[in-house]
């Protein structure tokens, strides 16, 4: 185990997303899996009465790889982190106008989110039902605009809200959220000039790198990225491992 893997517990309980889901959910507090950091995970689930258990595991150690693989987990996405440092900006276009959001883009906005982010890891087990996996990248992206994130920009056309980016900053590192664009609108480079002003954003926040996270088979995502001068820093693993027939008293 690396030295940051030692948390206090193998597993931690989350409340959110088990309220949203109606699953008792925990999420591993280990990276890399051996026999021992694998029976101790399962018997902490047995013990809560999990339902599901999220492990974001390196892509580098064979032996969490085949441990997963060989205990029915189920691999539900690769998960793509990319970062660039905030020198030489790239010039932001002046034909289409980027703003803070308002109140009354929200249902536009949930509209977009609603349908813009079916490459992400909840879409693809099929545990989840679809239109939760909706509902929560809607839910996402209000709680954004209701202060979970630091700054939520707009893109308009025609005085419509077409698109968003959300993000935050840390200390020298800010971090892309949430990037959407209304399907009518997507292949027109609007995608690019949200992350442009993304950055202009970090930078006057003091920020010295930018960083995003996306999905593996999110191709298109990670070439606006790779354009946008961002290379890749890791590759991870999510794992979706249920427990068919938990009885969780009601």
Avoid at 14 to 26: N, P
Wanted: net charge neutral; charged share 30%.
């Amino acid at each position: 185990m690396k030295p940051d893997d030692k948390l206090e517990s193998i597993c931690t309980y989350l409340e959110w997303d088990s309220e949203f889901f109606g699953h008792r959910i925990a999420r591993a507090n280990r990276r890399r899996l051996d026999d021992s950091a694998l029976n101790e995970m399962l018997g902490w689930c047995a013990a809560s009465r999990i339902e599901c258990l999220y492990l974001l595991a390196d892509s580098d150690d064979p032996q969490t790889t085949r441990l997963a693989e060989t205990n029915e987990f189920l691999l539900a996405d690769v998960r793509i982190t990319l970062e660039r440092t905030l020198v030489e900006l790239p010039c932001i276009p002046r034909d289409v106008a980027v703003r803070p959001a308002r109140e009354e883009d929200l249902g536009t906005l949930r509209a977009i989110a609603r349908t813009g982010h079916r490459d992400t890891r909840f879409y693809f087990d099929p545990h989840f039902d679809r239109a939760k996996c909706d509902l929560l990248y809607e839910t996402w992206i209000e709680r954004s605009f209701r202060g979970s994130a630091e700054v939520v920009l707009v893109a308009e056309v025609a005085r419509k809200a077409v698109g968003y980016i959300t993000g935050h900053h840390r200390g020298d590192e800010a971090q892309i959220g949430l990037i959407g664009v209304a399907e009518g609108h997507q292949g027109s480079g609007l995608g690019s000039t949200l992350v442009k002003h993304f950055l202009s954003w970090a930078a006057r926040e003091d920020a010295k790198r930018a960083v995003v996270i996306t999905q593996g088979r999110n191709v298109r995502a990670q070439r606006l990225y790779q354009r946008s001068g961002f290379v890749t820093a890791s590759s991870q693993l999510w794992y979706h491992r249920w427990f068919p027939g938990v009885t969780v008293p009601q």
